[in-house]
Nanobody, 124 residues
């Protein structure tokens, strides 16, 4: 059983940056593709991005392309989401998730383990 814990959320002004971390325990992170999702207030949870288990491949949702970057440090069992040029519409609870399947996926149902989420609020 893998436990995931996100951290690094907070309040930031539009145009600012935040780096979220997702620390894993109870498993070897390099066995999993790692995704980031977010749930804006009053909306459904949505895909943000994913990084392959070896860190070679990344995919991003269109709204965050060019602004957000996912990276991972398998030695530290940690995945990161660097968020730059933040906009008020990026306000959401951000979740990391682990996927043990062969192919990377953007579908939430494809993920096996989830963190509890961390709040990101971007003020205008």
């Amino acid at each position: 059983q893998v436990q995931l814990v996100e951290s690094g959320g907070g309040l930031v002004q539009a145009g600012g940056s935040l780096r979220l971390s997702c620390a894993a325990s109870g498993g070897i992170l390099s066995n999993y593709h790692m995704g980031w999702f977010r749930q804006p207030p009053g909306k459904e949870r949505e895909f943000v991005g994913v990084i392959s288990r070896d860190g070679v491949r990344t995919l991003y949702a269109e709204p965050v392309k060019g602004r957000f970057t996912i990276s991972r440090d398998n030695a530290k069992n940690t995945v990161y989401l660097q968020m730059n040029s933040l906009k008020p519409e990026d306000t959401a609870v951000y979740y990391c998730a682990a996927d043990r399947s062969i192919m990377v996926t953007t579908r939430q149902l494809g993920y096996d383990y989830w963190g509890q989420g961390t709040q990101v609020t971007v003020s205008s």
